[in-house]
């Protein structure tokens, strides 16, 4: 029993650090996993690196083209699409939720998140991206809908490998700054209860995002 549970551990540790690597973008879209170098830069054997392989290549965050051939799962347009259209329905629903349901702490932490936002361009880069992604978790997570703030992380972890593509196109500052200053102006509506007009700026605001201009650009990049 202690043996399986060691093995699960490691497992799940593995999992969890794989898949921060390819959502980090540490490991590029495409690229080859070579599952003995990781097991040993881990510390484990191979069984708990090949379990967390199978569960990744299960949500499509890896491919196994052989038994030793696995690669990150490329980013395409059709996915970017995909994630576009999953944002757009749940994203304003979970903000309406927030403003009917959202507390006093949770007002306070959507404040703390709007503070540290920065442009999402790629002077700012990782810490941009990261106070962004905190941000939008701050309202969703207080939908108080476990069941919607679980697909919206995944959804989310997924987003942010084309959002770091996007923040490397050169859309110019007027997008960014206006991406910015819709962020505070969601926040207000949520705080001042203004539920349908805040679902509403979400769901243009998702429509103007730097995901919304990746699935073009992949396409002529194509």
């Known amino acids: 029993m202690s043996v399986m549970k060691g093995a699960s551990s490691k497992g799940e540790s593995a999992y969890s650090e794989l898949r921060r690597r390819i959502v980090s973008g540490e490991l590029d879209p495409g690229s080859r996993l070579s599952q003995y170098e990781l097991a ?9 690196l090949r379990e967390a392989v199978r569960r990744l290549a299960s949500e499509e965050w890896v491919e196994v083209v052989t038994h030793r051939d696995v690669r990150v799962a490329p980013v395409n347009a059709d996915e970017a699409r995909e994630l576009l259209d999953v944002r757009l329905s749940l994203e304003p629903l979970a903000t309406e939720l927030a403003v009917l349901r959202r ?4 007002i306070a932490g959507m404040r703390a ?8 361009t790629r002077v700012w880069g990782e810490e941009a ?3 962004h992604r905190e941000f939008h978790r701050a309202i969703y997570a207080a939908s108080h809908n476990k069941v919607l703030i679980r697909f919206l992380d995944d959804v989310w972890d997924k ?18 700054t206006l991406d910015l200053r819709q962020h505070h102006e969601i926040l ?4 001042s209860g203004e539920s349908a007009r805040a679902g509403a700026l979400v769901r243009s605001h998702i429509r103007n ?9 992949l396409e002529q990049a194509g």
């Open 40 to 48: 040993e830069e881990m510390g484990m054997s191979i069984t708990p």
């Open 103 to 106: 507390t006093d702490g949770e």
């Open 113 to 120: 998140a709007a503070d540290r936002l920065l442009p999402v």
């Open 129 to 131: 991206v990261t106070a």
């Open 159 to 176: 987003s942010d490998r084309y959002r770091r593509i996007g923040s490397r196109l050169p859309a110019g500052d007027g997008p960014r």
């Open 188 to 191: 207000e509506l949520v705080v």
């Open 209 to 217: 995002s730097l995901g919304a201009v990746v699935p073009g650009s």
